[in-house]
């Protein structure tokens, strides 16, 4: 019974094998490929982004900050992510980042081409091609076919916030694996600039 048992636990831990079962669902959760790049010294990261952070200090005027999540660059044509999660199905974007990101994707349009995407996820496994997320696209913010929402439309004590609230229903729900053909098409277009 032990080897039976241990033979069943070597199986289903396998880390190798390319498909977990989810018995509550009775559903093949796929793995993607090996990823293709790594944090290998994580300490090293996390201590560079302390730094980081040691740079603002109290008695400077200036305070606060945001990063890009994700920047691509290929033969002059860029593609940008920007991850968000969702808290009671909605993402909170800060007013000036998003000005900063409408004015990134307006001036490198006008130069080249630029794909600029938010994008929704609950806690995620990226790994896994078949998971959820929510996208849009800076286009359709700037055509207004995502509203820029700054108090919560479905809370009665609403107060305009220095952020813009974005519903999921408004996003398009798309799988990892679509995201990353979108990212590839991109950079196949790119090919011909």
Known sequence: MVSETSDFLDTF????????????????????????????????????REVLGDLIVHGMIASGGTDIDWLIEHRGGFIILEFKGFHNDKINIAKGQMIAYEKLHEKLN??????????????????????????????????GAIPKNTSDIYENDSKRQNKFIVYREYMDEISVEKLRDIVDSHWKEFEKI
């Open 13 to 48: 831990y396998d880390k190798e094998n390319p498909a977990k079962i989810n018995h509550n669902s009775n559903q093949i959760i796929r793995k993607s490929s090996k990823a293709k790049y790594q944090i290998f010294d994580e300490a090293e990261f996390t201590r560079g």
């Open 110 to 143: 006008q130069a080249t081409k630029c794909y600029l995407y938010i994008v929704g996820c609950d806690d995620i496994d990226f790994s896994n091609p078949d998971s959820t997320i929510w996208i849009f696209e800076m286009n359709q913010w700037k055509k």
